[in-house]
């Protein structure tokens, strides 16, 4: 059964079209992320979900029901914002509780849930202070009980590690992964950072103005970009993108702008559709995926770059270049002493690559 549809749905202010016809499925017990650039309509679509926006056009249903006008508070969800929004006056437990009071459930099933949250979260002994004696990452935890304790089917999260520093967002991460595996409920998560996208995910909807452009589990996104913006986006460092164009001959080859050593081989490249004619391209290849040295001397495509700028990044080192004086950044073991200016040899196979189209930018 499908924990929540999406059909045709669209959002205006005024003049300005945020959402465009969205059709989403999402099933039961799964972790979609919505992943994008800010103003890409994210958080909108998650809002609209919750029921804190009104559609302009388009259905929304929950495990079966149509909710697209029921208010927040009947549509069976748990929402985490990126602010915590705490009550600062009340004690951890007294903001866990608070909204079980509303709904007039009997104190032995406020305590129980109370209870329950604050172990899944391992909060317990946080539960007579105030949120001026937390610290961010236990004031989040407790915005997240207090999603926790509703006992709701799906958790919508809005940025919720975003005001949180580097080691306290991979902490958190890690403890949002393990409630999903624990609790088995539909989430939603919304976020722009594209490593919280890839360990979090079931699948990834990758939107840009209003659009999902690709929605599919994350190793597909990374090997299989639809476009090169998706490509751009997932990864880090960022893919290469050298411009040139495919010939088509008896085997299909790369031809490099501003010259290349040799022209790759595109044989054994899996193409939508067979390339008939001389085609203007980019051809995309991930950093990880150049070889350094000795182990470059097996690969399909080898060639010499003169080493510009040296990244140290603990157990990996970046290294900038160019290519037919395009950037081309390839990673080395982070024990390789490199110089700058000196001349090293790289190589790849281009299976391993992604060839988008120049104009369209789509996936060839």
Same mark, same amino acid.
């Given at each position: ?134 610290? /961010? ?203 700058? /200016? ?23």
């Amino acid at each position: 059964m499908n924990s929540i549809e999406i059909k045709k749905l669209s959002l205006n202010f005024g003049e300005v079209v945020v959402l465009k016809d969205l059709n989403l499925t999402i099933e039961k017990g799964e972790f979609l992320v919505l992943l994008g650039a800010s103003g890409c309509g994210k958080s909108t679509l998650l809002n609209c979900v919750a029921g804190l926006l009104d559609v302009t056009d388009g259905q929304i249903f929950i495990n079966g029901q149509n909710v697209t006008w029921l208010e927040p508070s009947q549509r069976g969800i748990g929402m985490v914002f990126q602010s915590y929004a705490l009550y600062p006056q009340m004690t951890v437990k007294g903001n866990l509780s608070f909204s079980l009071k509303n709904a007039k459930l009997s104190k032995d099933e406020i305590e129980k849930r109370v209870q329950n949250a604050s172990e899944i979260l391992q909060i317990e002994d946080l539960l007579k202070r105030k949120p001026a004696a937390l610290s /961010g990452g236990q004031r989040q935890r407790v915005a997240i009980g207090r999603a926790l304790v509703r006992d709701v089917e799906v958790f919508l999260f809005d940025e919720p590690l975003s005001n949180l520093d580097a080691k306290l967002r991979t902490d958190l991460r890690v403890e949002i992964k393990r409630l999903h595996q624990k609790l088995d409920n539909t989430m939603i998560y919304v976020t722009h950072d594209q490593i919280e996208a890839m360990t979090l995910a079931n699948r990834i909807a990758i939107m840009r103005d209003g659009l999902i452009l690709q929605l599919d589990n994350p190793k597909t996104i990374y090997n299989f970009p639809v476009n090169k913006y998706v490509a751009e986006f997932i990864g880090s460092p960022g893919m290469n993108f050298l411009k040139g164009a495919i010939l088509p001959n008896d085997k299909p080859t790369f031809k490099l702008d501003g010259g290349w050593c040799e022209s790759p081989d595109l044989s054994n490249y899996m193409f939508y559709e067979p390339i008939k004619t001389e085609t203007q391209a980019w051809l995309g290849i991930r950093p990880e995926n150049v070889v350094f040295g000795d182990d470059a001397k097996n690969m399909p495509v080898k060639f010499s770059l003169e080493v510009e700028v040296v990244e140290p990044m603990g157990a990996n080192t970046l290294v900038w270049s160019k290519m037919g004086g395009q950037e081309f950044r390839f990673m080395v073991d982070g024990n390789t002493t490199l110089s700058i /200016g000196e001349r090293v040899t790289v190589g790849f196979d281009p299976v391993h690559s992604s060839v988008f189209d120049l104009d369209s930018e789509d996936r060839l």
